[in-house]
């Protein structure tokens, strides 16, 4: 089955910890992207990648990284830096020259 | 800058009915208009992309319309099911950078039997 797959669902981490979730896709999609979803917010940019070794900020990447070494995977470690972590964290992938993205399932993350 | 506007926030419906969900944006000039659904602690499904020189795209019993001269696009779901029940989200790429979309907060949907 060709899709993207996040892992873990769920996260808990302890207050000054990095921790890092994980997106795969085997739809051979060029570009990646991380999103962080809010009650009451629309979705925001984390990061995103439009091929390997190549990475941009989006809109609210402070506290954040990310690694782009394989077609296939696009990790994020929330790092201690970022102040306010909980969240649920979707990642996506596109064809290049195209933005119709496709989504992963999710991983929501609790501070603990 | 480019805002989304959804309106309304939430929906309930009997089941059968149809109905529109709107999506309103500031800025005419977009190179296209995506339709995602959401349900519960789930990731997004896209529904329907539409381009710039598109009028409509259809899928099944949904049916989404673009007019950008008026900054609107509408997704019409017929003969509703409680399965259609989830958040509807659309999206336009930023100005300059279509690789970022700019999202509304999206319409909450409840399709009651």
């Known amino acids: 089955d060709g899709g993207i797959t996040q892992s873990p669902k769920y996260l808990f981490r302890k207050e000054g910890q990095n921790v890092t979730l994980s997106c795969e896709q085997n739809l051979n999609h060029d570009a990646m992207y991380w999103y962080r979803q809010d009650p009451g917010q629309g979705l925001r940019l984390i990061y995103y990648?439009?091929?390997?070794?190549?990475?941009q900020k989006g809109d609210i990447a402070e506290g954040y990284s990310v690694s782009r070494e394989k077609k296939e995977s696009f990790p994020l470690t929330v790092t201690s830096a970022q102040k306010n972590p909980t969240a649920f964290y979707l990642c996506a992938s596109s064809i290049q020259g195209d933005n119709e993205q496709f989504f992963g399932p999710g991983t929501r993350l609790t501070v603990l | 800058k480019q805002e989304v506007t959804q309106i309304p926030a939430a929906l309930s419906v009997p089941e059968g009915e149809n109905l529109v969900l709107n999506c309103s944006f500031t800025d005419s000039a977009i190179y296209n208009l995506q339709w995602f659904r959401q349900d519960p602690g789930k990731g997004l499904t896209s529904l329907l992309l539409?381009?710039?020189s598109q009028r409509e795209q259809t899928s099944g019993r949904l049916n989404a319309s673009l007019d950008k001269s008026s900054g609107r696009s509408t997704l019409y779901i017929a003969a509703s099911q409680p399965g259609d029940s989830a958040t509807y989200l659309c999206a336009v790429p930023s100005p300059g950078n279509n690789r970022k979309l700019i999202w509304g907060l999206g319409t909450s949907l409840a399709v009651n039997p």
């Open positions: 990648s439009q091929i390997v070794n190549d990475f």
């Open positions: 539409i381009q710039s």
